[in-house]
């Protein structure tokens, strides 16, 4: 029986948001979903690195000239976690940003449509015919489309 | 303070200057990378030359370890370390224009800086920290052509990289609870009370997990083809050369040193032998130049796992193997796709109209396959004889399986090797010469590396013997305890 306390109901908090952040990334359909799902996760984990420095009752860990020291907390998690929390932010912008563009190219954001279309204009570029596309095998090879002029890899 | 620290600190440095400078004076920012690169390697090179292969460290900052980060340089470290700017200088974006230019430039050395982070960090937070910079600066690398399918095969990337790094994150949690250190020398140290349970299998298993996104390690590798795809041929052969065997080089560190149990080797065999076989399988179907390549490098990764699964100094050096045979062989046939990127259809022809660069990818297909002479069989000897050795039936499952991908591996290269010679009308462009002479050169190394295997062969043995005792690793972090380290 795992005892009722205020650090297993810590623990409990970190790892469900890490939990819950993690399964929408996977589950959901929508781009723009899963990095928000990320948000989450992100915080869960931020909670499960500030706790394994947790100690009970004790201060932050600053140290002042002539006070006898107290119980601290371990500042090495809460370090890492800044570190942690700015990286964070950063490939968010970047994830955010990126989708954008890639809105603006195809005018969706679903997970399977934006895999399809881009597999479609991959093979299009590459003169295959796509192994996504909706066509029957009979149909014979896809319109090559005027991409690929456009250059050598496309 | 020893000058290793240059290696990192100039690139990255330079990645930051590289956009005022191009303001200011265009033509001096031109040269900023490369000299950098330069600096970097002839460090490196010193460092070899003068300290030989006994290891060293850094205390960074004069903090001593291990509250302090230290970098760790041995044998090992620098091999990779030294890879990282001669690999940068062999696939710069000379060919880059415009605003482009500075922008791709800045990436690849912010790119490459981080990347001999990896290499050489003996700290684990630390080694997450590189690990997050070589992923932004991918990222950013994949989407440099800047069409819409490159953007959208950037994001599929980066949240595959996200979700990984936010294994590792969790991973680390784990090993700090358990522990209260990231040292790796001092984890070293703890870990045989503190993490061969359970926990510390779970930490391994999430690790490996994160860093696989980079190393291509099955199940997160679904982002390979999209990106190599999609992003120039150069940036293809960095990511697929020189960052995975850096991942790979993190994963062989943790498991040396860190987690050193059966299960935990038996997880990446498992890994491996499933990644070989998804990648080859779907490398024979693939229909495209540069997704054959592309697949095929998941499987050659696979095979570096299931190599180093052995365990011991002689998995070291399968592994240390196949690594290094890839970092020669795959970033040249990169180099040579950059031209032929179409369907490989319409590639008949294309030997006749360059016959030279047809001779290369002749000669890279033979040693990806293993035929004698060239090092790829050496490589495949070596980890079928471990495998062999280990003789459990997980261990003749995966030779079983590499020997079937090997007859995989020869269909699909030599297929493509009798259409390059097929006569034909319309056969595309000849690759470009800056592409010719990269694939030259790397090929001269292969057929050096072939002439002088005995040599070579000793050497790597002797960095896996090193690499493979963590003893070495904790005396030399920790010189003051002796009692760690045995009389010799």
Redesign the interface.
Known sequence: MIPFTLETVLYAGAIGL?AI??VG?VMSNH?FR??LA?VV??AG??L??I???YRGGAVAPILEAGAAPLPMV?P??QA?VL??IV?GV???A??VG??I??YQ??GTLDVRE??R??ED???A????TSPTSLHAPGDGPLPVPEAQAQG??? | MSSVVLAIVLPLLAAFLLQPLDRVAPSLARLLGPATLLVAAWVLAETWLTRGSVPFTVALGGFAPPLGIVLYVDALALLFALAVPVFGLLFWPWSAAGEDRVREQALTLLLLAAAAGLALSGDLFNIYVFYELVAVASFGLAAAKGTARAQVAAVRYLLIGAFGSLLILIGIAIVYTKTGTLNLAQLAQLAPGTLDGPAGLAAFALMLIGFGVKAELFPVNTWVPEVYATAPARVSALLAGLISKLAVLVVIRLLVLVFDQPSAAQLMLVLGILGTLAGELAAWRARDFPRMLALSSIGQLGMVFIAFSIGGELGLLAALGVALHHLLVKPALFALSNRWSGSLEALAGAGRRSPLSAALFVLFALSLVGVPPLPGFWVKLLVLVGLAQQGEALHLAAMAVILAVTVLEANYLFRLALRLYRRADGAPEPPARLDLATAGLLGAGLIAVTLTITPVGEGLRQIAAQGADASVYVGTVFPQPVALRDGS
């Open positions: 890490t952040g993690a990334m781009m899963m990095v990320l996760a992100e984990v931020n499960l690195l706790l394994s420095g371990d090495v998690p890492l570190t942690a990286i950063g490939v968010q970047l994830a990126l989708l563009r890639a190219a195809y934006l895999r279309r881009m204009d991959l093979c570029a590459a003169g295959v050598v890899r496309g």
